[in-house]
C-alpha cells in the first residue's frame, strides 16, 4: 500500500518541470530604406574604340563608376504620435530634470556670469593699458625731439664758445695800447 501512495507523487513531480524561456526577437520596424539609407549612385560612361599605344586596341564599352556611396540619412524621420509605440526622436525629447541637474545648471549660470564680469574687467584693464601705451609712445616721441633739440643747442652755444675764445676781448686790446680813461686827468 506504502508503494502505491508513493507513485502520485512520482508522477506529480514529474509533471512539475520548469517553462523553458523562449526568446523571440522583436519583428523589425517597417520602414523603407529611403528614409534610413541613401542608396549608392552608379553611373555607367560608354567608351569607344581607342587605342593604347601602337599595340593595343580596345573596342567599345561601357564603364561603371560609383558616383556616389551609399550613406545614412540623418534627416529626422516622421515624428511619432504620444500614443505609439515608435521610439520618438531623441532631439525633440524634453530635458531630464532632478535636483541634481538644476544645482550644476545653476553652477554653471554662476560660474558663467563670473567669467562675463572679469572678461569686462579685463577688457576696460586692456583699453587703460592701450591708451598708456599711446600716450607713453607719445610722451617717447616728443622726448626725442626735445632732446635732439637741446642737443642742437648745445652745440651752437659750444660754437659760440669756442669763437668767442679764439677772437681776443676789447677790453684786452685797449688796455694794452691806452690807458684806462680818468675823468680828472687834465
Known amino acids: 500500500m506504502k508503494t502505491i501512495c508513493l507513485i502520485p507523487l ?8 520548469a517553462p523553458k524561456l523562449v526568446v523571440a526577437p522583436l ?33 567599345q564599352h561601357a564603364v561603371y563608376r560609383v ?26 525629447n524634453p530635458a531630464p530634470v532632478n535636483d541634481a541637474i538644476v544645482a550644476e545648471l545653476n553652477s554653471q549660470k554662476l560660474a558663467t556670469g563670473q567669467i562675463l564680469a572679469q572678461s569686462r574687467t579685463l577688457a ?13 609712445h607719445t610722451n617717447w616721441q ?6 635732439s633739440s637741446l ?19 676789447p677790453a684786452a686790446t685797449n688796455s694794452s695800447t691806452a690807458s684806462p680813461f680818468d675823468p680828472l686827468m687834465p
Not at 616728443?142 to 632732446?147: D, F, S, T
Open 124 to 136: 576696460a584693464s586692456l583699453e587703460q593699458f592701450q591708451s598708456a601705451l599711446s600716450q607713453s
Open 151 to 169: 642737443s642742437e643747442m648745445q652745440r651752437r652755444l659750444d660754437a659760440l664758445e669756442a669763437a668767442r675764445m679764439s677772437q681776443p676781448s
Open 27 to 59: 519583428p523589425s520596424p517597417t520602414t523603407e530604406n529611403s528614409s534610413v539609407r541613401y542608396p549608392e549612385i552608379v553611373r555607367a560612361y560608354h567608351v569607344g574604340r581607342y587605342a593604347d599605344g601602337d599595340s593595343l586596341l580596345y573596342e
Open 10 to 17: 512520482l508522477l506529480l513531480s514529474a509533471c512539475s518541470t
Open 142 to 147: 616728443q622726448m626725442a625731439k626735445l632732446r
Open 67 to 92: 558616383e556616389q556611396n551609399a550613406r545614412w540619412d540623418f534627416h529626422p524621420g516622421e515624428v511619432a504620435p504620444k500614443n505609439s509605440t515608435l521610439p520618438r526622436d531623441a532631439a525633440f
